[in-house]
Every structure is written in C-alpha cells, then in structure tokens.
C-alpha cells in the first residue's frame, strides 16, 4: 500500500512494484559512498505467485525459493557491494504476511552472516563459523525478536510468537551439542525468551492495562514459557555429572507497564530544566533546552544529570551547590503524584555515592529514579526529549518492563549446591565461580553464595 506512511516507524515501509504479475522491490543494506555520495547499497527481488494459493516464488541473490503466507522463510543469505571487490555478507528472514491486491512481505533486519561476518562476532573468532556449519545459522543480533515490528503491527503476535519458538529451538540445539561434549571448566548459556514474552504480552494478564486483550490464546502465554524454560533447566541437571554445580540466574523479575513518565517534562514543571523562548516541547534530544538556565537532566530509563559545571558541557552549577540541588530534587520526586489517580509515582530516589563506584563514577547519574511498579521513565525520556505531557498511558504492546525500583522487580537464584550466605546478590556470582576454582576474586563487591558471612 503506497499509502502507508513511514515517518514514525522503527522500520522502513517500503512500497512495490509489479508488472506483469511479477512484484520487484529492494532488500536495503548499509551506506555507501558512491560518486561523492552516500546512499544505500541495496539488493534487488522479485516475486510471483506459486502454484499453490499462499505462495509466493522469491529471486533474490541468484537464489530462488518458495515463501508460504503465515510462514516464515528459512535464513536466506545475502551479499551487498559496499565498495571495490568489497561485500557485506549478511542474512533476512521473510514473513509472507498477505497476498494478492493486499500483497505485504516482512523482512527482518539483515543479520551478520555468521559464517562469514563482516568483523568478529565469536571468540575465538572462527566459532561464529564452526557453530553454523555444526548447528545450522542462527540469529546474530544482538536481541533477536523483532518486537518493534509487533509493536508498529507489521507483525501479528503469531507471527511474532513463531519467531520467539526458532530463536529458543536454535539455541536449545546449540546448548544440548555444546553441553555433550563440554568436559570440565565453566559453561555459560544465556536464553532472553521469558524477558522478551513478557515485555511484549504482559497486556495478556494484567487487566489494568491501557492495552489489555482478554485474548484466551494469550492469556497464559507467559506462564507457557516460564514452564518450557524450566524444563531446558531439568534438561541440563539431568546431564550432568552429579557433582557438577548449576545456577541459574535472573537478573530481574517483571511488572506493568501501565504508565508512562515524562521526567524531562517534571524537571520544568519544577524548575530544574528551561526550554528556549518560544519552546512549549521536544522530543529530539535536548534541542529545545536552554541550559543556561539548566540545572539537572534526565537521560535514560531514570538517570537525572545535575548541570555541573566541569563535567557538563554548558555546565552552570558549581560543585558546591551539586550536593543541595540532588537532595532537593530527591525529596520532590518521592511527593511525586500521578495527576491521573494521586499514586506515588515514586518508590526511591538514589544517589550516585550509594549506588556506583570505579573509576568511571563520576560519569553515572547523580540520581536514579526507583519507580513504583506499574510506572516507568518514558521512550522520550530515554532520549533527552521533553513531550508536552507529564504523565500519560502506555498503550503500547510493551506492556511488561523490570525499570522500577529493584525492591519491586528482585532477581532469582537457584542451585543445586546449597547456598549458605545470606540476602545473596547479583554481585556474589562471579565471585562463586571463581570461588568454586579456587580462585579469590580480589577487589569484587560480592562474596562467596556457599559460605555462611554470618
């Protein structure tokens, strides 16, 4: 549809074209400097219709193969010309969505080409090649769900929910062979599949919800694959040796994500943040802040920046003052209301000194927001934007977010080894490990989990 606009997309929407019953379009790829200018390299495609209703035949990079409507495609991979005898290798996956005059085909982002990646991905760097020649290619993206695509509608949730079952069915294949024949040191297998369900179908369960969907198929979505995560959990105790120690770890919990907090926009309510004259709002990062007249900013999921002079490029606030203004601004944000309802918005307020230390500190937020669940710092926030509202809902599809105060949203830790320290954290793994070799793990925060600290 040449009509869909493109404007606010996290994707590109791309319009075709057809002629004599063959659809021709472009996959698009990374710039380029050609003749003095920049443009996208692209690859060409073409479609028409199989010989079966819901097909679809795809030329694409001296390639031909059969792409069926509500299937994804297998891996097909790509090479685009970035310059002299130079090409970026690289991989998509087709969503046949609709055919016919409703024609829409989705493609993910072009992934690195595990076997022959544009830089190391893998270390040592030929794994990356060994594990898709042994195991099949796989997603090398960084998180691998397209949750924008869901979330923008390019995608149904079944569609979305066949993408999540490929990605953790390629990584149990890779777990199952890597774990037979691993023989002793440490093994580390990371899967994100219960983070990314429950971003996207929180809705599902949480009636609340500005974009609930009391959807039967959904509704115990989450639930499903909390149980299929604990059964790869049984799987890996099942194979190995007995006196083999297994932990496993999450980091965070989860909570709604029901409302939406402008913090940019609560900084000039209070005083702390001025916009240029004439300057009602932004959502571009800080173009409309006036900072002579700044004292603090927010940037990120809940860092507020005090204006300090030294650090800050149009700085105003000399260290002295630093101090007052984080305090004030703390004790503020703890009476912050929902206008909507009166809630608390805020749980906790914490102070760089409390929470960061290393050589890097004096670079971290001079305070973090710990919101109360159900609340969390906005998309604008993230990115120095100061929206026209203070708080408003999330009728988004990302309906579930662990960016609240810790207390809210604590972490887990199961072993199989009996764990003796108490109120353990997420600072005492890695000293754990290098506990369980032998090894002191000098200048860690954390302790030993299997010794009693008491």
């Given at each position: 549809?040449?009509?869909?606009?493109?404007?606010?997309s996290?994707?590109?929407?791309?319009?075709?074209?057809?002629?004599?019953?063959?659809?021709?379009?472009?996959?698009?790829g990374?710039?380029?400097?050609?003749?003095?200018?920049?443009?996208?390299?692209?690859?060409?495609?073409?479609?028409?219709?199989?010989?079966?209703?819901?097909?679809?035949?795809?030329?694409i990079?001296?390639?031909?193969?059969?792409?069926?409507?509500?299937?994804?495609?297998?891996?097909?991979?790509?090479?685009f010309?970035?310059?002299?005898?130079?090409?970026?290798?690289?991989?998509?996956?087709f969503?046949?969505?609709?055919?016919?005059?409703?024609?829409?085909?989705?493609?993910?982002?072009?992934n690195?080409d595990?076997?022959?990646?544009?830089?190391?991905i893998?270390?040592?760097?030929?794994?990356?090649?060994?594990?898709?020649?042994?195991?099949?290619?796989?997603p090398?993206?960084?998180m691998?769900?397209?949750?924008?695509?869901?979330?923008?509608?390019?995608?149904?949730?079944?569609?979305?929910?066949d993408?999540?079952?490929?990605?953790?069915?390629?990584?149990?294949?890779?777990?199952?062979?890597?774990?037979?024949k691993?023989?002793?040191?440490?093994?580390?297998?990371?899967?994100?599949?219960?983070?990314?369900?429950?971003?996207?179908?929180?809705?599902?369960?949480?009636?609340?919800?500005?974009?609930?969907?009391?959807?039967?198929?959904?509704?115990?979505?989450?639930?499903?694959?909390?149980?299929?995560?604990?059964?790869?959990?049984?799987?890996?105790?099942?194979?190995?040796?007995?006196?083999?120690?297994?932990?496993?770890?999450?980091?965070?919990?989860?909570?709604?994500?029901?409302?939406?907090?402008?913090?940019n926009?609560?900084?000039?309510?209070?005083?702390?943040?001025?916009?240029?004259?004439?300057?009602?709002?932004?959502?571009?990062?800080?173009?409309?802040?006036?900072?002579?007249r700044?004292?603090?900013?927010?940037?990120?999921?809940?860092?507020?920046?005090?204006?300090?002079?030294?650090?800050?490029?149009?700085?105003?606030?000399?260290e002295?003052?630093?101090?007052?203004i984080?305090?004030?601004?703390?004790?503020?944000?703890?009476?912050?209301?929902?206008?909507?309802?009166?809630k608390?918005?805020?749980?906790?307020?914490?102070?760089?000194?409390?929470i960061?230390?290393?050589?890097?500190?004096?670079?971290?937020?001079?305070?973090?927001?710990?919101?109360?669940?159900?609340?969390?710092?906005?998309?604008?926030?993230?990115?120095?934007?100061?929206?026209a509202?203070?708080?408003?809902?999330?009728?988004?599809?990302?309906?579930?977010?662990?960016?609240?105060?810790?207390?809210?949203?604590p972490?887990?830790?199961?072993?199989?080894?009996?764990?003796?320290?108490?109120?353990?954290?997420?600072?005492?793994?890695?000293?754990?490990?290098?506990?369980?070799?032998?090894?002191r793990?000098n200048?860690?925060?954390?302790k030993?989990?299997?010794?009693?600290?008491?």
């Amino acid at each position: 549809d040449p009509e869909l606009a493109d404007s606010d997309s996290r994707g590109r929407h791309v319009s075709v074209m057809k002629k004599n019953g063959v659809i021709m379009s472009a996959l698009y790829g990374p710039k380029v400097m050609r003749g003095g200018r920049e443009e996208e390299a692209r690859i060409p495609f073409t479609l028409h219709d199989g010989e079966k209703p819901g097909e679809m035949v795809m030329r694409i990079a001296g390639g031909t193969s059969v792409l069926r409507k509500g299937q994804w495609s297998d891996w097909q991979k790509v090479a685009f010309n970035i310059g002299l005898f130079r090409k970026a290798s690289g991989m998509v996956r087709f969503y046949l969505a609709s055919t016919g005059d409703s024609f829409s085909l989705y493609a993910t982002p072009v992934n690195f080409d595990p076997e022959e990646p544009l830089f190391s991905i893998s270390s040592p760097a030929s794994y990356s090649r060994t594990a898709a020649r042994k195991y099949g290619l796989y997603p090398t993206l960084g998180m691998p769900h397209d949750t924008w695509g869901l979330q923008e509608g390019k995608l149904s949730e079944g569609a979305f929910l066949d993408q999540v079952e490929g990605v953790l069915t390629s990584r149990q294949r890779i777990l199952r062979a890597e774990l037979n024949k691993f023989r002793g040191g440490v093994f580390f297998f990371y899967f994100d599949t219960l983070d990314i369900v429950q971003h996207m179908f929180y809705r599902y369960c949480d009636s609340s919800s500005p974009s609930f969907e009391d959807n039967a198929r959904f509704r115990e979505i989450i639930n499903g694959y909390y149980e299929k995560i604990d059964s790869i959990v049984g799987e890996v105790v099942r194979s190995v040796p007995a006196d083999t120690t297994v932990m496993v770890l999450s980091d965070h919990g989860f909570s709604p994500f029901r409302r939406q907090v402008h913090l940019n926009r609560w900084l000039e309510a209070n005083g702390f943040l001025a916009l240029k004259p004439g300057v009602a709002d932004s959502d571009v990062m800080f173009d409309s802040v006036d900072w002579s007249r700044t004292k603090a900013y927010a940037l990120g999921f809940g860092g507020i920046y005090i204006n300090r002079i030294g650090r800050d490029f149009y700085g105003i606030v000399p260290e002295i003052l630093a101090h007052a203004i984080a305090r004030e601004l703390s004790e503020r944000l703890k009476g912050f209301r929902d206008p909507l309802d009166g809630k608390n918005i805020v749980r906790n307020v914490y102070a760089s000194p409390d929470i960061y230390t290393g050589a890097c500190v004096d670079s971290a937020p001079d305070l973090y927001v710990g919101f109360e669940p159900g609340y969390r710092a906005s998309w604008q926030t993230a990115l120095g934007g100061v929206p026209a509202a203070l708080v408003e809902d999330n009728a988004r599809k990302w309906s579930g977010d662990h960016l609240v105060d810790p207390s809210c949203v604590p972490g887990v830790v199961f072993s199989n080894k009996k764990i003796l320290k108490k109120d353990p954290s997420v600072l005492d793994i890695a000293p754990s490990v290098y506990a369980l070799f032998g090894v002191r793990a000098n200048g860690m925060d954390g302790k030993d989990l299997f010794v009693n600290d008491e």
